[in-house]
């Protein structure tokens, strides 16, 4: 299993949270995702043979938010 944080910016509510939740789970290849509200991160925990960090970042940017790079 593969880990990955996701900085995703522009979630402001529990409805947010939800939506990027239930976005990633829906990948198929990730098995457990926490999204933490106040820091805008998501932690994405993910069989690297079926899904590809691009595909992590496509399925945030869909439901509206931003993936922004680390520094």
């Keep these: 299993m593969a880990q990955t944080t996701l900085n995703v910016k522009g979630m402001h509510c529990g ?3 939800m939506s990027v939740t239930n976005a ?5 290849g990730v098995s457990n995702v926490s999204v933490d ?4 991160k998501a932690a994405v ?11 992590l970042k496509e399925a945030v940017e869909e439901q509206g938010y ?4 680390q520094n």
């Design 15 to 17: 409805h947010c949270k």
């Design 66 to 69: 931003e993936v922004v790079e």
């Design 45 to 55: 925990e993910f069989d690297g043979a079926k899904v590809q960090f691009s595909d």
């Design 24 to 28: 990633l789970n829906e990948l198929d």
């Design 37 to 40: 509200l106040e820091t805008g």
